[in-house]
């Protein structure tokens, strides 16, 4: 099993910044996906932004030129800087992981990122 703690959500004004931390304990697989999702409410879970240990990243058109996922294999813990926020990226930013070979996800508990003046 993997246990995922994410850190850094907050309330910001629209064009801030601020930098999700989550970091993964327990059966660490050393070829992974690790990632970033969020839910609004009403709405449903969507990608937001996803790093393999090879890093390669992938990004939702939404977040793209804004938003920088980047990793640090050897303490487990990816992150995702956040720049330009807008009142649309409020939501519950959840860290996710994965192994390469499966699709089955662990998630961790979310946390809260409210872009609001």
């Known amino acids: 099993q993997v246990q995922l703690v994410e850190t850094g959500g907050g309330l910001v004004q629209p064009g801030g910044s601020l930098r999700l931390s989550c970091v993964a304990s327990g059966s660490i697989f050393r070829n992974n996906v690790m990632g970033w999702y969020r839910q609004a409410p009403g709405k449903q879970r969507e990608l937001v932004a996803t790093?393999?240990?090879?890093?390669?990243?992938d990004y939702a058109d939404s977040v793209k030129g804004r938003f920088t996922i980047s990793r640090d294999n050897g303490k487990n813990t990816v992150y995702l800087q956040m720049n330009s926020l807008k009142p649309e990226d409020t939501a519950v930013y959840y860290c996710s992981y994965r192994t390469t070979w499966s699709l089955a996800t662990s998630w961790g508990q979310g946390t809260q990122v409210t872009v609001s003046s």
């Open positions: 790093i393999d240990t090879g890093g390669s990243t």
